[in-house]
């Protein structure tokens, strides 16, 4: 594309597109939930946090490993819902390719523990942990390897961040993030309205309340690398957009009676 500006902003919102397209397959395997996932694919290409990583020609960092990330997640929840291993062996490449685009997606093996957790094991609290150690095992050795390397190349330091690592700053940074996320523009009244949401949907977020666990995984999660730095929420939320995404979804999905997973039971095949 040479030095032609308009190529590259194609370019970025291709991909920005390809992330909410694969999200939606990613909650459909879940959920089984068309209605759910297609509103949560259209929140996350709307919502005004993911503006600088679309519109900034080279924060398209992001976006990149979010494709392959939430490609190796629709390859993960297909591999587990319908027993079939060889999917699991592509979503590994996939993770390791999406680590090396940003770091940010070290997060992928906490991120894909919290899947099993939530919808594929069942039993008391130590044996679901151990049940879903065994299948993200894969994921997590992808991670150690990634900080190993980064640990060799650039000696631990980090730059270019004020950071803050004390217990309080983190509180605060994390609710920087969910009042960026929650709040658009950060006007009174959307807030107002996103509490009216709640409250009108509160039955459905109860009935679908491993969904919403997901949702709040992926918030808290994805933020988690970057909860020790100061006055970045608006940069870092791109993936836990998707958490916020998941989340109206769930409430503007009119069909509460649909089959979705919880902690005990499976998908219908």
Wanted: proline share 4%; glycine share 6%; aromatic share 14%.
């Amino acid at each position: 594309m040479g030095s032609y500006a308009p190529g590259y902003h194609l370019t970025n919102l291709v991909l920005h597109a390809l992330v909410a397209v694969m999200a939606c397959l990613s909650l459909h395997a879940l959920t089984r939930d068309l209605q759910l996932s297609s509103l949560a694919a259209v929140a996350v290409l709307i919502h005004p946090i993911n503006h600088s990583r679309v519109m900034w020609i080279a924060a398209r960092d992001a976006t990149v490993a979010s494709v392959f990330l939430m490609t190796a997640l629709w390859l993960y929840v297909l591999s587990r819902r319908d027993a079939r291993p060889r999917l699991l062996l592509c979503a590994v490449p996939l993770s390791a390719l999406s680590v090396l685009a940003y770091e940010g997606a070290v997060i992928l093996p906490a991120l894909f523990f919290s899947v099993e957790w939530i919808f594929f094991s069942k039993g008391p609290f130590l044996r679901r942990m151990a049940t879903a150690l065994r299948p993200t095992a894969p994921f997590w050795m992808v991670a150690v390897l990634y900080v190993a390397i980064w640990q060799l190349v650039f000696a631990g330091q980090i730059g270019a961040y004020d950071l803050a690592p004390d217990a309080s700053s983190v509180a605060a940074n994390f609710g920087s993030l969910i009042y960026t996320l929650f709040w658009g523009h950060r006007r009174f009244l959307i807030g107002v309205a996103y509490v009216a949401l709640i409250a009108v949907c509160f039955r459905a977020l109860i009935a679908r309340a491993s969904v919403v666990l997901l949702a709040a995984g992926f918030v808290i999660i994805s933020f988690l690398p970057y909860s020790f730095t100061e006055g970045f929420a608006h940069r870092f939320g791109y993936l836990g957009a998707l958490g916020f995404a998941i989340f109206i979804g769930t409430c503007l999905a009119e069909d509460y009676g649909c089959q979705t997973l919880s902690g005990a039971t499976a998908l219908p095949a």
